[in-house]
């Protein structure tokens, strides 16, 4: 009867600590993010664009385009995505930057996102194309590693200093992506300016 209820007892423990662990968890994917009408204007706009910068293993370049900051930054999308990180989220002024990982990029090594605000920032990636053959990984805080093809018009959510993660080398095909954030505060730190500086 005691071995029953310390069973018991241990099993809900067990329980609970696995629910504490998973609402730590920081990385949330979503498929079909936006209308098939805005994923297309993205898609054509980001054609358009020319002289990018490389970046070691990437090109990048800020979007000025209104459209594309106002579909992402609508009521309807920073609901859509508090509701899934059970937390309160705003439009950050950090430039929502366009990059292109070719063939031959190295990928990214795993890390944990810098903090650029007082408050941890949630940054994300907006697949715009992706024929390449590269993963994105990421660690649970019980060490488990996921492993996700991100499709277009997907989009991944991180917060800042939470989960490890990386992205695997593009050996074939490209991939093409938006890269954002929300924030909690509007409080920057100098890390905020530092990153701005990549654009100078």
């Known amino acids: 009867m005691f071995l029953n209820k310390l069973i018991f007892i ?9 629910i504490f662990i998973r609402k730590r968890d920081e990385i949330y994917y979503i ?12 898609k054509n706009h980001v054609k358009t664009i020319n002289n990018l910068k490389y970046e070691r293993f990437r090109y990048i370049k ?3 385009d209104n459209k594309i900051s106002a579909i992402f930054y609508s009521g309807d999308i920073i609901n859509k ?15 929502i930057e366009y990059r292109i990982y070719p063939k031959g990029s190295g990928g990214m090594k795993c890390h944990k996102d ?9 940054e994300m990636v907006y697949t715009i194309e992706n024929e390449s053959d590269s993963y994105t990984n ?10 996700i093809y991100t499709k277009p018009n997907s989009l991944i959510i991180v917060k800042a ?13 490209y991939r093409s992506i938006l890269k954002l954030i929300y924030t909690q505060t509007d409080k920057y730190n100098k890390n905020y300016v530092n990153e701005l500086k990549r654009f100078a």
């Open 62 to 64: 800020p979007i000025s």
């Open 81 to 95: 995505i508090e509701s899934i990180i059970n937390n309160k989220i705003k439009k950050s002024n950090f430039p």
């Open 114 to 122: 810098t903090l650029l605000y007082e408050l941890p920032q949630y």
């Open 138 to 147: 990421w660690f649970s805080y019980l060490g488990w590693n996921n492993k």
């Open 10 to 18: 241990l099993l809900i423990l067990i329980i609970l600590f696995y």
């Open 161 to 173: 200093q939470e989960n490890t993660h990386c992205v695997s080398p593009v050996n074939e095909g």
């Open 31 to 42: 498929e079909d993010l936006l209308s098939s009408e805005e994923y297309e204007y993205i």
